[in-house]
């Protein structure tokens, strides 16, 4: 049959169909194998027996994992349930497994060997060399540091003594003698955000 003379409508009884197919194939329904009956698929390499004993097998392991995993369940629930009873909070748990991962930490093999390490590092000759060092350095900068501060002070009342500020000092002063006398003489400078009157100091 030409293929454009096929039957096409899907309503047709005779739908798909091909009589003279030169290949002779049968048609195959999807998958390779017949609804319903699945259990004869066989993955290569393997008999129908054995199949079958595998299928049976996972559904018993399958079984038991649902089991396992209700049991489990069932514990933790027992498990929360006493430690309320005996008033363990999770903060209380987890502290106690902080505690307890750290002593597990501590007496482990790799923690051991590196404070044994450690110890003859602090030990060793050049450790302690290194330390000398470093205290010394820190004892010449702390002297360093302290002579600075004696220069810097001396340098200061140097610069208190001379001549320069001396004068900039008696301006200063001048300054501040021209400013309270005015006030003295009821000229006060009063500032903008006072709201009492200045007010004189009583005489003695």
Known sequence: MDPASQDINLNSPNKGQDMDRPDGLSDVPVGGVAAGNSSAL?????????????????TKVEEEITTLRQVLSAKERHATELKRKLGLTPLEELRQNLTRSWNDVQTSTAYMSAAATLDDITHSEAYKKTQETLTQAGHKTSAA?????????RKLGDMRNSPTFKSFEDKMGNLKTKVVGQRGNGDSLSSPTDTNPTQENPSF
């Open 145 to 153: 540091l302290t002579t600075m501060g004696t220069a810097i002070s």
């Open 42 to 58: 066989v993955p290569a390499g393997l008999t129908e027996e054995e199949a079958e004993e595998l299928r049976v097998e996972l």
